[in-house]
């Protein structure tokens, strides 16, 4: 049904990487489930999920679908993990298998995260850390937040220089992103220029963000998605939505009464289940 293109990581930045010039550390990936000591309110994570950490250069992972079934639509996917580390599978790889499978192009943006400890067991020790200290963790998102939303805009920036090769419509490419990937998301459909504009956004269980809310005069249309016994993703999804529903542009928000934080394409036997098939009409209807 789709072809993928690990093998040639695409580098977000052609030389170096702005704002982060001094990070040296090295990508590596992880396993979690988080031990019961970090707030499970913020990272519920009931099963094992596999995360990159570490990014100091950012890059993008190509899967395209089979050209029998291209659309000509271009998603960037951006996984959360509160910018201390990416889920780089559950809400970026299964995701973009998902987008593959209907004939859109996919791109899994590894974006900068928050250096961390090299060894796995100090790196759960870090965490345990910042998510008992709210203010150490808004610290590390205040420093890590601007270089993530950097990044978006570059991805979309450079998806569409490169649209022909993929054959994507250069005026199709959208950004889709899962808890602090929703923050990337929103953050691109918010601050852009005419080349990282992006033709639409998702933020799916949106995380809190240290940004204001401003909607561009020529905003994208936003569509937004969180279960109601997420207190975090809806308290961050409803100003959004009534910031782009008074300024008159094209929004949708869907909020499920159960589903927690951090689902994905998990099923749980809820109707938050079903939600992939509520942003594919979504996309649908923007085509029309």
Known sequence: ?????????????????????????????????????VPQSFLPLPFEIKIARNIARPQLMAYLPAPALA??????????GAFNFLSIELEGAEIARWLCARGITAFVLKYRVAPTAERDEEFVE??????NDFRILLELMQQTEPLAQADGLQAIKLVRQRSAE??????????????SGGVVASGAAMCYTAESRPDFAA????????????????????????????????????PLYS????????????????????????????PVDDWPERFSEWLQGLAQ
């Open 1 to 37: 049904m789709y072809t993928t293109a690990h093998s040639t990581a695409l580098p977000l930045w052609p030389d170096v990487v702005p704002g982060s010039e001094d990070w040296f550390q090295q990508e590596q990936e992880s396993y979690l489930p988080l031990p019961s000591e």
């Open 203 to 238: 933020a799916i269980y949106h995380a809190p963000s240290t940004r204001d809310i401003t909607v561009p005069t020529d905003a994208p249309a936003l569509f937004l998605l969180a279960a109601s016994d997420d207190a975090m993703a809806v308290g961050a999804s409803l």
């Open 126 to 131: 870090q965490l345990r850390e910042r998510f």
């Open 166 to 179: 993929w054959g994507i419509e250069p005026g199709r490419i959208g950004i889709l992103g899962f808890s």
């Open 71 to 80: 659309t000509g639509t271009a998603v960037i996917v951006c996984p959360g």
């Open 243 to 270: 910031a782009w529903k008074d300024a008159d542009h094209p929004v949708e928000l869907h909020l499920y009464a159960q589903g927690g934080h951090a689902f994905a394409l998990k099923k749980r036997g809820l």
